[in-house]
């Protein structure tokens, strides 16, 4: 149990344009989802926390605008990057949780992010 | 500030030897810490968890030690497998649970 996809895997995209990730959690609802990237060699790190039907909430650094996130249902939530550009390159990763918090995470197997 | 840092990039260790991995946090107010295996274009994976209430937890070869009082946190791993080799993250949640913060890492090799 407990398992969450993430759509797609692996996605090349021309500098400028936009690109939509979508995480899923397959078997169970997700009150919560949270969105992590992590470029080579680092760790991972919080990019935003989402609720189902309310606001992301985002991590200091890191543009509302440019990093659009929607949760908009208990089994999907979707990142878009916005005009993406080189640096934006990255491995995503969402979670989600069953609870309200970041106790019982659930790791999605992440998508690679290539902006040329 | 908040943090989670390990004390060291990277371990060998031969097939077979425990492997001792360890974490350093500066936030005293997180009451929840994890261990997660990480391989190569994969999603963190959970190992185990311990509550600031104990210091010590054991799985199935793999145990976590918890030192509040130097804030610092242990994962041991008996009998070290090729399996294992991957890189391990210590997070730790702040008291609420709102938010998780993940250290630096550290890469695990495990010699054949």
């Known amino acids: 149990g407990a398992v969450v996809s993430q759509h797609p895997s692996r996605v090349i995209c021309k500098s400028g344009t936009s690109v939509k990730i979508e995480c899923r959690s397959l078997d169970f609802q997700a009150t919560t989802m949270f969105w992590y990237r992590q470029f080579p060699k680092q760790s991972l790190m919080l990019m935003a926390t989402?609720?189902?039907?309310?606001?992301?909430?985002?991590e200091q650094g890191v543009e509302k605008d440019k990093f659009l996130i929607n949760h908009a249902s208990l089994t999907l939530s979707t990142l878009t990057v916005t005009s993406a550009h080189p640096e934006d390159s990255s491995f995503y990763i969402c979670?989600?949780?069953?609870?309200?918090?970041?106790?019982?995470?659930?790791f999605g197997p992440g998508t690679r992010l290539t902006v040329t | 500030g908040e943090s989670v840092g390990l004390h060291l990039p990277t371990l060998s260790v031969q097939e077979g030897d425990n492997s001792i991995i360890n974490c350093a946090y500066s936030n005293s107010a997180s009451d929840y810490f994890i261990w997660y295996k990480q391989e190569s274009g994969k999603g963190p994976q959970f190992i185990i968890d311990i509550r600031s209430n104990m210091d010590k937890r054991q799985g199935q070869r793999v145990t976590v030690l918890l030192n509040k009082t130097v804030k610092h946190l242990s994962l041991q791993i008996a009998a070290t497998q090729p399996g294992d080799s991957a890189v391990y993250f210590c997070?730790?949640?702040?008291?609420?649970?709102?938010?998780?913060?993940f250290g630096a890492g550290t890469r695990l090799f495990v010699k054949a």
């Open positions: 989402s609720n189902e039907g309310s606001k992301a909430t985002y």
């Open positions: 979670s989600a949780s069953p609870t309200s918090g970041a106790n019982e995470q659930y």
């Open positions: 997070a730790e949640n702040l008291t609420g649970g709102f938010k998780t913060i």
